[in-house]
């Protein structure tokens, strides 16, 4: 969401829109949760940490002057709690085990592979100071954060700010060097940690790092190191784990008690009731929904369930709108093949007439499309992405904000592909570069203005339209990779008479253009430029002229 939709959140809540702080609550967990779970890696009082965090926002909005500072504000309110807990710790706590570490939480979830793993696994290593300010920067580079607010954050000036990330960065290298290290197979090096317990402290850090210094094995770079910051960029948040929010709730107390609590801090009675129903479905296994977070329960002999911010949704299409009976046409393989199928579009295809009514959309068979994102998934940060399975159509609406940050726009991507992906229709009455209705001399457009600057294709990238529509028979990831400048993007599973209806909608109804129809009927049709059936570390690597 921009920020004008959560200053208009953010000020329904303060005057007493519960659906309003549903809303909020749900939108600014996930962010609360990486910044603690990064700082305490994963302790067991991460939860509690959390749920103080979020009672003591929502108890203290009223305060809250400004709605466009809420979120430097919430963040500051995260680090109170981190340093109030450590404050709070007693000498029997501190030797306790991480509840599930979030280094390895990072990894797993995101599917780090290579130096993006080394680097969330050499968070290990650091101090508790460092891991607090690591959790900022981290989300800094990630674009979640600005500089200004990690500051605010700490409570520390922007110029002192730089020097303590600049030494924690420092700090972060070595930890680097060591996870290397230990992955790889000096005699010397084993001999050494022979009598080390394999948690990571400050003393082993120091004491590793003085074997890699004066170590010719382990010092040998074997492969060119890439900074640490360009190697975060690229790191989505780590999703809340399944069962979160019911600790979160009940932070170990009963339901009547964590009810009390939540209420006198203002917490609505929709979001209050989803929180505690856990308590009487986990004796019969059920799917909840928590403050919008998903939460799975289970009796204790079925199987782990899978992790997941979002349950699927499955749109079945509705009957065509015609009576005559559709023309048969022969089902796609759903598995992968060998064989290339489709065309790319290589170039940048130029605008058809405003007033060309779209040619007939080709039938295809349609069951439905399933979405790890839901019937509405919004990816505005790189890394975001959403898995799409089943055989019909899903809508890709674009959201770019040059008026926030223009600059050269990285396109999204799809991978993972298994079965076919087509490219089947452009619509939502306009293309991008199209002038937008009121403007100065017709001069800005939906990539922005000579005023603003304009948000920058890749050369040779074809010119998108507000409503892009593909045609899916398998399955396929799409994952953000806004870099340059601000854009979103938002998923819909869909169906052909949607597609259709979007297309005809032309200039008779008051809009710029009618849409164009890409599909051809057949494997000739179009795919996506960025397409691939592999899986690469970093999706924004995905070349543009596909050929699956």
């Keep these: ?24 609550v749900e939108g600014w967990l996930p962010l609360v949760y990486n910044i603690v779970g990064r700082a305490l890696n994963g302790h067991a009082d991460v939860d509690d940490v959390v749920q103080e965090t979020m009672l003591r926002a929502v108890g203290n909005l009223g305060s809250l002057r400004d709605p466009d500072s809420f979120r430097s504000w919430l963040v500051a309110i995260a680090v109170r709690q981190i340093r109030d807990r450590a ?76 020097v303590r990330v600049q030494r924690m960065k420092e700090r972060l290298e070595i930890s680097r060097g060591i996870v290397r290290a230990l992955d790889g197979a000096c005699p010397g090096l084993r001999e050494m940690t022979g009598r080390w317990d394999g948690r990571p402290d400050s003393v082993w850090r120091k004491r590793l790092a003085r074997h890699l210094r004066g170590c010719g094995y382990c010092g040998g770079t074997r492969e060119a190191v890439v900074p640490a910051e360009r190697l975060l960029a690229g790191i989505a948040l780590v999703p809340l784990p399944v069962g979160f929010t019911l600790s979160l709730a009940l932070g170990g107390k009963t339901a009547a008690a964590a009810t009390t609590a939540a209420t006198s801090a203002g917490w609505s009675a929709q979001l209050l009731g989803a929180l505690t129903k856990p308590v009487v479905a986990l004796t019969a296994g059920a799917t909840i929904v928590a403050g919008g977070a998903y939460v799975v329960t289970q009796p204790p002999d079925a199987p782990p369930p899978r992790a997941a911010l979002a349950p699927t949704a499955t749109v079945t299409p509705q009957p065509p709108r015609t ?42 068979p349609e069951s439905g499309i399933t979405s790890t994102g839901g019937p509405k998934a919004v990816m505005q940060h790189r890394g975001d992405r959403v898995t799409l399975t089943g055989r019909g159509y899903v809508l890709v609406r674009w959201q770019i904000s040059p008026a926030s940050r223009p600059g050269a726009l990285v396109m999204p991507s799809w991978t993972g592909l298994k079965g076919k992906l087509f490219h089947v229709a452009s619509a939502g009455t306009r293309r991008m570069d199209d002038p937008l209705p009121g403007a100065p001399n017709g001069y800005a457009t939906g990539m922005g203005g000579p005023d603003i600057g304009y948000a920058v294709l890749p050369p040779g990238t074809q010119q998108m339209w507000q409503n892009e529509y593909f045609y899916l028979d398998g399955t396929v990831t799409l994952t ?69």
């Excluded at 710790?89 to 793993?117: I, K």
């Excluded at 696994?121 to 989300?139: G, I």
């Excluded at 759903?334 to 779209?358: E, L």
């Excluded at 597609?499 to 200039?507: A, C, K, L, N, T």
Aim: glycine letters at 6%; a negative charge.
């Design 480 to 548: 953000q990779n806004e870099r340059g400048c601000d854009y979103g993007l938002i998923v819909f599973p869909s169906d052909r008479d949607a597609v259709v209806e979007d297309i005809d909608h032309g200039p008779p109804q008051g809009a710029i253009r009618y849409g164009l129809v890409r599909d051809t009927g057949t494997d000739s049709a179009p795919v996506p430029q960025y397409v691939t059936r592999a899986t690469p570390a970093d999706p924004a690597t995905v070349a543009q002229r596909s050929r699956v």
């Design 1 to 24: 969401m921009d920020s004008q939709h959560w200053r208009a959140v953010i000020t329904a809540a303060q005057a007493g829109d519960r659906r309003a702080l549903d809303e909020l």
């Design 323 to 364: 009576l005559a009976p559709p023309a048969p046409t022969p089902r796609p393989s759903a598995s992968p093949t060998t064989k290339p199928y489709g065309t790319v579009v290589d170039t940048a295809d130029p605008a058809p007439d405003p007033n060309t009514r779209p040619a007939a959309l080709p039938r295809r």
């Design 87 to 162: 404050r709070r710790r007693t000498p029997d706590r501190l030797e306790e085990a991480p509840a599930s570490d979030f280094a390895e939480l990072t990894v797993l979830r995101l599917q780090l592979e290579g130096q993006r793993r080394e680097v969330a696994e050499a968070a290990r290593w650091l101090d508790e100071d460092d891991r607090q300010l690591l959790s900022l920067w981290w989300l800094e580079v990630a674009g979640e954060l600005t500089r200004r607010e990690l500051a605010a954050a700490v409570g520390i000036t922007r110029q002192h700010a730089a």
